[in-house]
């Protein structure tokens, strides 16, 4: 993350009415659903914030998540146990407002959830995506991330590990 942003919780001092990453779903959860998805346990919001203020500039969503072991590619599942199902944390939502873009932060936004989860006291195989279109699935797949569906990719941790140059 550059040293002019902090990343950390999303709370109710957060100034999300302005929000605008030009995706009415995705400034509307900031504004209504974000601090009820985490009360209820449902997922966990973090906010990236200029310095010195409460503004979101973006934010991600982490939630616990499974996929089907076959829907991983085979060269990959070949090396896992026979479970019909892997642990991953999905990050559900991904958004940057307009007026941060183009310096990089969504890309710093999936690091830092990276060492989220690589930090979180549960396993989990991957960080699991849903691309909302293909601009969207291509600028995951620059970032390492594996296609497993037409929308969904994945990021092995032991690859984002690797990439971030972290041990276990």
Do not use: W
């Not at 998805?37 to 409460?54: E, F, I, N, Y």
């Not at 996929?67 to 070949?78: D, K, S, W, Y």
């Not at 060492?115 to 601009?135: G, T």
């Amino acid at each position: 993350m550059t040293s002019s942003y902090r990343v950390e919780p999303f709370g109710a001092e957060h100034l999300r009415q302005d929000f605008d990453c030009g995706v009415a779903v995705l400034d509307r959860y900031t504004r209504d659903l974000a601090g009820q998805d985490m009360k209820r346990l449902v997922s966990k919001c973090h906010v990236a914030c200029p310095t010195g203020s409460m503004e979101i500039a973006g934010y991600y969503t982490l939630a616990a998540a499974e996929v089907p072991i076959g829907a991983l590619p085979e060269a990959t599942a070949r090396k896992l146990p026979r479970y019909p199902t892997v642990p991953v944390v999905r990050m559900g939502r991904l958004a940057v407002d307009r007026r941060h873009r183009g310096i990089g932060l969504g890309a710093a936004l999936i690091v830092n959830a990276v060492a989220q989860v690589l930090r979180a006291e549960i396993a989990a195989f991957a960080l699991v995506v849903d691309a909302k279109d293909e601009s969207a699935a291509a600028f995951y797949e620059g970032r390492g991330f594996v296609r497993i569906a037409e929308r969904a990719l994945v990021l092995p941790l032991a690859t984002a590990r690797k990439l971030l140059g972290t041990r276990e």
